[in-house]
């Protein structure tokens, strides 16, 4: 028995990388899965149905259920199809993994507008999306009296979370999918959806393409043994935990996931407060600017211009 039994996922950019692994995670549950994937490169350019279709094969060689389906996360029709396919085939849908994405990476002085609104289009408008028919799907089955937990998880990134030079748009994106997050959390409650997002750590055609001529390529180019954090199927069991019964009262969260680390990322938050009677001036503002970071120290992940790291065991 899996904790996902008689339920159905669909999972976006799910033909490689992490993607794959929340698939199989989910079938492994128990689940029946719908594995999209378009199939194009780690810039979002091309097609390719194999991906797809491969997954597809081995959720099926183990046993499981699964349809492929290519449609584009970013026209509405397509996603209406995907989830259409999703009931028509398995005559329910109870999970959605948005994953899909691509990397346009660029210095904000030199960056192609279109690529930076490339990014920003298939990270928010592929969340958007297929969420909104999901959800257009679960409140009308909520009217008609079919209620059940349903969850959504939503994919941010820790560039997205803290920043990194070079990928403006995609930080936009990510960050923009954290507030997304809280917002459709509070919308789809109702209905018995919980929404969360994740900011997974692996290697993946994309983090090894940011990364592969900076001091950081080395965390990503080989496998660790015996055990090996950045290994993409790393990040399914948390997801597969999120859709379950188990995680029903979770939502509107962000964890980092990473090798055998989930930290919860209590974000936003007012930290620290600088007050006064009345109206600041500039000097005051300057002689006390350091009340505004006091809580800045090392157990914070970095300070404002770090990129994350997740403490070491």
Request: one cysteine or more; glycine letters at 12%.
């Amino acid at each position: 028995m899996g904790h996902l039994d008689g339920r159905v996922a669909l999972v976006t950019g799910a033909g490689r990388g992490i993607g794959r692994g929340e698939a199989l995670a989910l079938a492994g549950q128990g689940a029946r899965v719908v594995v999209n994937d378009l199939g194009g490169a780690w810039d979002g350019k091309g097609a390719d149905q194999g991906p797809a279709a491969e997954v597809v094969d081995e959720i099926k060689s183990r046993g499981g259920q699964a349809i492929a389906n290519a449609d584009d996360v970013t026209d509405p029709d397509g996603a209406a199809r995907m989830v259409a396919a999703a009931v028509d085939a398995f005559g329910r849908l109870d999970i959605l993994v948005n994953n899909a994405g691509i990397l346009r990476d660029g210095m904000v002085f030199s960056i192609d507008p279109q690529d930076w609104s490339k990014v920003i289009n298939m990270h928010l408008m592929g969340h958007f999306l297929p969420t909104r028919a999901a959800a257009q799907y679960w409140r009308a089955e909520s009217k008609q009296g079919n209620t059940s937990h349903r969850a959504i998880i939503n994919t941010t990134s820790e560039s997205g979370l803290f920043g990194n030079a070079g990928q403006s748009n995609y930080d936009a994106a990510k960050m923009g999918i954290v507030s997304f997050t809280v917002a459709v959390a509070r919308e789809t409650a109702k209905y018995g959806v919980t929404v969360n997002a994740i900011a997974p750590r692996a290697r993946t055609r994309l983090t090894t393409t940011t990364f592969e001529n900076s001091g950081r390529a080395g965390e990503f180019a080989t496998e660790e043994r015996p055990f090996d954090a950045m290994d993409p199927e790393n990040i399914a069991p948390f997801v597969a935990f999120l859709a379950t019964d188990m995680a029903a009262d979770i939502t509107a969260q962000t964890f980092i996931v990473c090798g055998g680390a989930v930290a919860h990322v209590k974000l936003p938050q007012v930290s620290d407060i600088a007050f006064k009677q009345g109206r600041w001036t500039v000097d005051e503002l300057g002689e006390r600017r350091e009340e505004l970071f006091k809580n800045l120290g090392p157990d914070v992940y970095e300070g404002p211009r770090g990129y994350a790291r997740l403490p070491k065991q």
